[in-house]
Protein backbone atom coordinates (compact mmCIF):
# COMPACT_ATOMS: atom_id res chain seq x y z
CA UNK A 1 0.00 0.00 0.00
CA UNK A 2 2.59 2.55 0.83
CA UNK A 3 4.06 1.76 -2.88
CA UNK A 4 0.91 2.26 -3.91
CA UNK A 5 0.44 5.69 -2.47
CA UNK A 6 4.23 7.15 -3.38
CA UNK A 7 3.09 6.40 -6.52
CA UNK A 8 0.08 8.21 -6.95
CA UNK A 9 1.55 11.22 -4.65
CA UNK A 10 4.35 11.44 -7.54
CA UNK A 11 1.83 11.43 -10.19
CA UNK A 12 -0.29 13.97 -8.64
CA UNK A 13 2.67 15.96 -8.28
CA UNK A 14 3.85 15.22 -11.83
CA UNK A 15 0.35 16.47 -12.89
CA UNK A 16 0.48 19.55 -10.83
CA UNK A 17 3.93 20.76 -12.09
CA UNK A 18 2.70 20.28 -15.78
CA UNK A 19 -0.31 22.83 -15.18
CA UNK A 20 1.68 24.89 -12.28
CA UNK A 21 5.85 23.97 -12.84
CA UNK A 22 8.05 25.30 -9.73
CA UNK A 23 10.70 27.40 -11.57
CA UNK A 24 13.69 27.37 -10.63
CA UNK A 25 14.89 30.32 -8.60
CA UNK A 26 17.81 31.39 -10.10
CA UNK A 27 17.04 30.28 -13.94
CA UNK A 28 13.53 30.02 -13.74
CA UNK A 29 13.41 26.37 -15.76
CA UNK A 30 11.36 24.18 -14.12
CA UNK A 31 12.30 22.04 -11.46
CA UNK A 32 12.26 18.31 -11.55
CA UNK A 33 10.40 16.37 -9.10
CA UNK A 34 13.63 15.47 -7.09
CA UNK A 35 14.66 19.57 -7.32
CA UNK A 36 14.29 21.63 -4.30
CA UNK A 37 14.58 25.52 -5.65
CA UNK A 38 17.38 25.71 -7.44
CA UNK A 39 17.52 23.37 -10.66
CA UNK A 40 21.15 20.85 -10.63
CA UNK A 41 22.81 22.83 -13.52
CA UNK A 42 22.71 26.00 -11.43
CA UNK A 43 23.22 24.07 -7.79
CA UNK A 44 26.33 22.90 -9.34
CA UNK A 45 27.61 26.65 -10.95
CA UNK A 46 27.41 28.29 -7.49
CA UNK A 47 30.41 29.42 -5.60
CA UNK A 48 31.21 27.60 -2.78
CA UNK A 49 34.26 28.35 -0.79
CA UNK A 50 35.57 24.89 -0.02
CA UNK A 51 36.98 27.03 3.14
CA UNK A 52 36.05 23.41 5.33
CA UNK A 53 38.03 21.77 3.09
CA UNK A 54 41.31 23.58 3.05
CA UNK A 55 40.46 24.65 -0.74
CA UNK A 56 40.85 28.27 -0.44
CA UNK A 57 42.20 30.53 2.63
CA UNK A 58 39.94 30.82 5.73
CA UNK A 59 40.26 34.68 5.32
CA UNK A 60 37.24 34.65 7.85
CA UNK A 61 39.18 33.97 10.06
CA UNK A 62 41.72 36.64 9.86
CA UNK A 63 38.56 38.96 10.17
CA UNK A 64 38.58 38.08 14.18
CA UNK A 65 42.34 37.74 14.37
CA UNK A 66 43.67 39.47 17.83
CA UNK A 67 39.25 40.11 18.58
CA UNK A 68 37.81 37.40 19.77
CA UNK A 69 38.79 33.57 19.48
CA UNK A 70 37.17 31.86 17.76
CA UNK A 71 37.33 28.29 16.49
CA UNK A 72 37.00 28.06 12.91
CA UNK A 73 35.02 30.25 10.37
CA UNK A 74 33.40 28.48 7.16
CA UNK A 75 30.93 30.37 4.41
CA UNK A 76 29.33 27.91 2.29
CA UNK A 77 29.11 30.53 -0.77
CA UNK A 78 31.02 33.45 -1.87
CA UNK A 79 29.03 36.73 -1.98
CA UNK A 80 29.20 38.81 -5.28
CA UNK A 81 26.81 41.75 -6.18
CA UNK A 82 23.95 40.83 -8.81
CA UNK A 83 25.75 37.01 -8.51
CA UNK A 84 23.96 33.90 -7.79
CA UNK A 85 24.31 33.66 -3.89
CA UNK A 86 22.90 37.27 -3.64
CA UNK A 87 19.76 36.34 -5.28
CA UNK A 88 19.54 33.45 -2.71
CA UNK A 89 19.88 35.48 -0.05
CA UNK A 90 17.64 38.72 -1.29
CA UNK A 91 14.97 35.73 -1.51
CA UNK A 92 15.81 34.26 2.05
CA UNK A 93 15.48 37.94 3.62
CA UNK A 94 13.21 39.82 1.44
CA UNK A 95 10.88 37.63 -0.37
CA UNK A 96 9.59 35.48 2.65
CA UNK A 97 11.41 32.30 1.17
CA UNK A 98 12.34 31.08 4.53
CA UNK A 99 12.85 27.91 2.81
CA UNK A 100 16.03 28.89 1.18
CA UNK A 101 17.63 28.98 4.11
CA UNK A 102 16.76 25.44 5.64
CA UNK A 103 17.81 23.62 2.02
CA UNK A 104 21.12 25.75 1.86
CA UNK A 105 21.88 24.64 5.21
CA UNK A 106 20.85 20.90 4.90
CA UNK A 107 23.03 21.04 1.37
CA UNK A 108 26.48 22.71 3.57
CA UNK A 109 25.67 20.17 6.65
CA UNK A 110 25.90 17.19 4.56
CA UNK A 111 29.39 18.56 3.20
CA UNK A 112 30.30 19.86 6.86
CA UNK A 113 29.43 16.17 8.01
CA UNK A 114 31.20 14.24 5.42
CA UNK A 115 34.01 16.31 4.40
CA UNK A 116 35.37 17.10 8.28
CA UNK A 117 33.16 15.33 10.48
CA UNK A 118 31.76 18.98 12.44
CA UNK A 119 29.12 17.32 14.31
CA UNK A 120 31.90 15.77 16.30
CA UNK A 121 32.89 19.07 17.67
CA UNK A 122 30.11 21.14 18.10
CA UNK A 123 27.49 21.00 20.70
CA UNK A 124 24.35 23.60 19.84
CA UNK A 125 23.63 25.85 16.88
CA UNK A 126 22.50 29.01 17.52
CA UNK A 127 21.50 31.63 15.22
CA UNK A 128 22.19 34.94 14.96
CA UNK A 129 19.44 36.81 16.50
CA UNK A 130 17.00 39.20 15.64
CA UNK A 131 15.59 42.33 17.37
CA UNK A 132 12.00 41.41 18.59
CA UNK A 133 10.98 44.27 16.58
CA UNK A 134 12.36 43.31 13.64
CA UNK A 135 11.44 39.50 14.02
CA UNK A 136 7.89 40.46 14.10
CA UNK A 137 8.50 42.97 10.85
CA UNK A 138 9.74 39.94 8.82
CA UNK A 139 7.63 37.10 10.69
CA UNK A 140 11.31 35.06 10.93
CA UNK A 141 14.74 35.26 11.69
CA UNK A 142 16.85 34.25 8.31
CA UNK A 143 19.41 32.81 9.88
CA UNK A 144 17.69 30.53 12.33
CA UNK A 145 16.07 28.60 8.90
CA UNK A 146 19.76 28.02 8.02
CA UNK A 147 20.24 26.93 11.37
CA UNK A 148 17.62 24.43 11.51
CA UNK A 149 18.72 23.01 7.47
CA UNK A 150 22.07 23.02 9.33
CA UNK A 151 20.67 20.94 12.53
CA UNK A 152 18.96 18.39 10.53
CA UNK A 153 21.65 17.36 8.67
CA UNK A 154 24.31 17.84 11.24
CA UNK A 155 22.23 15.85 14.19
CA UNK A 156 23.02 18.78 16.39
CA UNK A 157 20.36 20.56 18.37
CA UNK A 158 20.03 23.87 17.61
CA UNK A 159 18.05 27.15 19.95
CA UNK A 160 16.88 30.33 19.28
CA UNK A 161 16.48 31.25 23.06
CA UNK A 162 20.50 30.97 23.58
CA UNK A 163 21.65 34.32 22.15
CA UNK A 164 18.83 37.81 22.51
CA UNK A 165 19.44 41.03 20.66
CA UNK A 166 18.55 43.58 23.58
CA UNK A 167 18.97 46.70 21.16
CA UNK A 168 17.27 47.55 17.87
CA UNK A 169 19.74 48.79 15.56
CA UNK A 170 20.00 50.23 12.23
CA UNK A 171 21.27 48.39 9.26
CA UNK A 172 24.92 47.37 9.07
CA UNK A 173 24.93 48.08 4.92
CA UNK A 174 27.24 50.48 4.04
CA UNK A 175 29.01 51.20 7.22
CA UNK A 176 32.58 50.37 7.85
CA UNK A 177 33.78 47.82 10.35
CA UNK A 178 34.57 50.75 12.57
CA UNK A 179 30.92 52.03 12.34
CA UNK A 180 29.72 48.47 12.53
CA UNK A 181 31.22 47.32 15.57
CA UNK A 182 30.31 50.36 17.09
CA UNK A 183 26.44 49.56 16.21
CA UNK A 184 26.54 46.40 17.47
CA UNK A 185 28.72 46.83 20.37
CA UNK A 186 26.49 45.78 23.81
CA UNK A 187 23.93 44.55 21.51
CA UNK A 188 23.65 41.26 22.71
CA UNK A 189 22.90 39.34 25.49
CA UNK A 190 22.24 35.53 26.53
CA UNK A 191 18.27 34.35 26.67
CA UNK A 192 19.33 30.72 28.90
CA UNK A 193 22.70 30.55 30.60
CA UNK A 194 22.42 26.76 30.84
CA UNK A 195 22.01 25.98 27.39
CA UNK A 196 25.53 28.07 26.76
CA UNK A 197 27.99 27.51 29.59
CA UNK A 198 30.70 24.48 29.00
CA UNK A 199 29.21 23.95 25.41
CA UNK A 200 30.29 24.06 22.18
CA UNK A 201 28.47 26.27 20.04
CA UNK A 202 28.38 26.87 16.29
CA UNK A 203 27.49 30.54 15.92
CA UNK A 204 25.21 30.77 12.13
CA UNK A 205 24.68 34.02 10.44
CA UNK A 206 23.62 34.87 6.56
CA UNK A 207 26.43 37.18 5.65
CA UNK A 208 29.91 37.41 6.79
CA UNK A 209 31.32 40.80 6.07
CA UNK A 210 33.20 42.88 8.16
CA UNK A 211 32.51 40.22 11.30
CA UNK A 212 31.52 43.03 13.87
CA UNK A 213 28.20 40.75 14.47
CA UNK A 214 29.50 37.89 14.94
CA UNK A 215 32.36 39.28 17.13
CA UNK A 216 30.05 40.99 19.33
CA UNK A 217 27.83 37.73 19.52
CA UNK A 218 30.71 35.59 19.89
CA UNK A 219 32.15 37.72 22.88
CA UNK A 220 28.63 37.48 24.66
CA UNK A 221 29.09 33.39 24.22
CA UNK A 222 32.58 33.39 25.64
CA UNK A 223 31.75 35.71 28.33
CA UNK A 224 28.62 33.29 29.50
CA UNK A 225 31.26 30.54 29.90
CA UNK A 226 30.61 28.46 26.53
CA UNK A 227 33.42 26.50 25.81
CA UNK A 228 34.26 27.44 22.48
CA UNK A 229 32.62 29.38 19.26
CA UNK A 230 32.68 28.19 15.49
CA UNK A 231 31.12 30.55 12.88
CA UNK A 232 29.24 28.99 9.84
CA UNK A 233 27.73 31.52 7.43
CA UNK A 234 25.90 30.98 4.32
CA UNK A 235 27.84 33.37 2.52
CA UNK A 236 30.87 35.93 2.67
CA UNK A 237 32.55 38.44 0.71
CA UNK A 238 36.00 38.20 -0.76
Not at 38 to 48: K, Q, W
Not at 161 to 187: C, F, M, P
Request: proline share 3%; net charge positive.
Amino acid sequence: MKIIGKLVADGFRDLLNLFYPNPCLLCRNTLQSQEQLVCTACRLELPETGQHRGEALVSGQLRFAGKVPVDFVYAYLYFNKKGKTQRLIHALKYRTMKEVGSVLGRWYGYQLKTDIRLNDQVDLIVGVPLHPAKLRQRGYNQSDWFAQGLSETLEIPWSDRALVRNLYTISQTGKDRIERWHNVNNVFGIGDPDLVANKRILLVDDVLTTGATLEACTATLLAANSQSVGIVTLAATR
